[in-house]
């Protein structure tokens, strides 16, 4: 049954609302009662409500990750005066990880939520873009703010940017090494979170905010991600003396493969490869082997990113399968299940090549953030419809996303000889305008209603 509440303070103060006993970063339960392992997954079987009730932690609200969704969720909450647990699997923020390019769609939220100036001092605006042919010939050159003057665009550090995003929220609101293993909704509409680790803990309200491999969309019925073809090799040269390289995103394109690079702050470029492969292929950690498939892929391309690739320290290189899902009308499960919504890549994980996926990410936890505050502040709605109707609001947003961006990327990955020719030398130079490319970072959303 929905649940609605008159006010934040008399959500926040209801007998389920228990302060925190949070120790560091760590949950402790040492009251949670451990039963058998019956099999391998779920971890723990389920206690039954009447079982052991106070062994089980009560919480309000739970996020599910503290990546860029989860963290921008609970930030935006917070500014609106309501308290959430974060509970993420890794034992600290995510500190590997190299850069994402973040356009004004992207930066509006991080400015709504209060980080926005203070990342811009670190990070350099990047002018516009330079398109070359593998050979290193330019076929073409873009200006941002020709196109549109409120356009901006910068590239971060992942680990600045969740950094900056934790830095915002109470101390004990993240619980490290809290790693969902298993959830089962009770008769009350309250959701029973299983941690691998064997803890518990009862959530009036789950927002899953765990990304591509979601347990909690595989919990709610959605497919797993579907590999499209293309794996891409990332990485953050670095320049102690200073890089080199003019403020704009260079994009190198060849047949079944192109790269980028874009300069992140005076110090450090990040670059990218996208390469065709019929499977996602073997997990591969080990740094050298990474760097030597990069570099063998571009052997013969312009220097200026075999450099960067050189100056790259190992522990930043990774491979990733690419995989988006489409989210069918009809067939496919709608975004939220009574009380436990998804955010960010967990519910609509697409491709990179629209540079999309973060700033949607942030675009969905400010419009969640902000229906959930209004139907617990205003009790007009039942939290289950704000879910409803942030999934109708969003829907119309991150569908067509990504499917242009699964588009323009199989365009991309083309490696037919003639039809790149013609790419290279018609489609880029001649027929390509830049401000259709730009037209999906417009995104409005009313001021925040403040704490
Ligand atoms: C190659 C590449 C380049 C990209 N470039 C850009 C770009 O330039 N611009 C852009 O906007 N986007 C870009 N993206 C997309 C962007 O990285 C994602 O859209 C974004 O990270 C999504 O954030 P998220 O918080 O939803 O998920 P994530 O960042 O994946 O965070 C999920 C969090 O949940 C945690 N978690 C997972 N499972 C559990 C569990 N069971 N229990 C507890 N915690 C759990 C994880 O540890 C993680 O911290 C790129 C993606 C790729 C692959």
Redesign the pocket.
């Known amino acids: 049954m929905a649940f609605i509440c008159k006010s934040p303070h008399q959500f926040l103060r209801s007998p389920l609302f228990i302060p925190s006993s949070y120790q560091g970063n760590r949950i402790h339960f040492p009251s949670i009662k451990r039963v058998q392992i019956t099999n391998s997954f779920p971890v723990i079987k389920a206690l039954k409500p009447d079982d052991d009730d106070n062994a089980v932690k009560k919480e309000d609200i739970v996020i599910?990750?503290?990546?860029?969704?989860?963290?921008a969720t609970a930030v935006s909450l917070e500014k609106m005066g309501i308290k959430c647990k974060v509970?993420?699997?890794?034992d600290s923020?995510?500190t590997g990880g190299t850069?994402?390019?973040?356009?004004k769609n992207?930066w509006s939220v991080l400015d709504a939520i209060g980080v926005g100036t203070e990342l811009r001092s670190q990070f350099l605006e990047i002018q516009g873009m330079v398109i070359k042919s593998e050979d290193g010939k330019e076929l073409r050159s873009f200006n941002f703010k020709d196109v549109d003057a409120s356009q901006e665009v910068r590239?971060v550090e992942?680990r600045i940017l969740l950094e900056s995003l934790a830095n915002q929220l109470p101390q004990d609101a993240i619980s490290f090494s809290?790693?969902?293993?298993n959830m089962e909704k009770k008769q009350d509409g309250n959701t029973i979170l299983k941690?691998?680790d064997g803890n518990q803990l009862s959530a009036k309200v789950v927002i899953a905010?765990?990304?591509?491999?979601?347990?909690v969309a595989k919990w709610m019925g959605f497919p797993d991600a579907k590999y499209v073809g293309y794996c891409?090799f990332?990485g953050l040269g670095v320049f102690p003396n200073g890089q080199p390289f003019q403020q704009r995103v260079n994009y190198i394109y060849g047949k079944g493969i192109r790269a980028g690079f874009v300069p992140v702050s005076s110090t450090k470029v990040y670059w990218?490869i996208c390469y065709n492969s019929s499977s996602p292929g073997p997990k591969i950690t080990d740094p050298a082997v990474l760097r030597q498939q990069t570099k063998e892929l571009v052997r013969d391309w312009p220097s200026d990113l075999l450099n960067i690739i050189d100056a790259t320290p190992d522990d930043t290189i990774i491979k990733?399968p690419?995989v988006d899902r489409w989210l069918w009308p009809v067939v496919t499960p709608p975004a939220s299940n009574g009380n436990v919504v998804l955010?960010?890549?967990?519910w609509h994980?697409?491709t990179?090549n629209l540079?999309?996926?973060?700033?949607?990410?942030l675009e969905d936890s400010i419009v969640l953030s902000k229906k959930l505050a209004e139907a617990l502040q205003s009790g007009t709605m039942s939290i289950e419809d704000a879910f409803k109707s942030y999934q109708d609001e969003r829907w119309g947003r991150v569908f067509p996303l990504t499917i242009r961006a699964n588009a323009v990327g199989t365009l991309l990955q083309l490696d037919n000889p003639l039809v790149c020719a013609a790419r290279n030398n018609i489609v880029i130079p001649k027929l390509v305008r830049l401000g259709p490319m730009l037209e999906h970072t417009n995104f409005e959303f009313e001021p925040f209603l403040s704490k």
């Open positions: 599910i990750g503290a990546g860029i969704a989860g963290l509970l993420e699997q890794a923020l995510r850069s994402l390019t973040l356009f992207g590239a992942r809290s790693k969902l293993a941690l691998e905010c765990d990304g591509i491999r979601s347990p891409a990332r990218f990733t690419l955010v960010g890549d967990a994980p697409m990179p540079g999309q996926g973060a700033c949607c990410a």
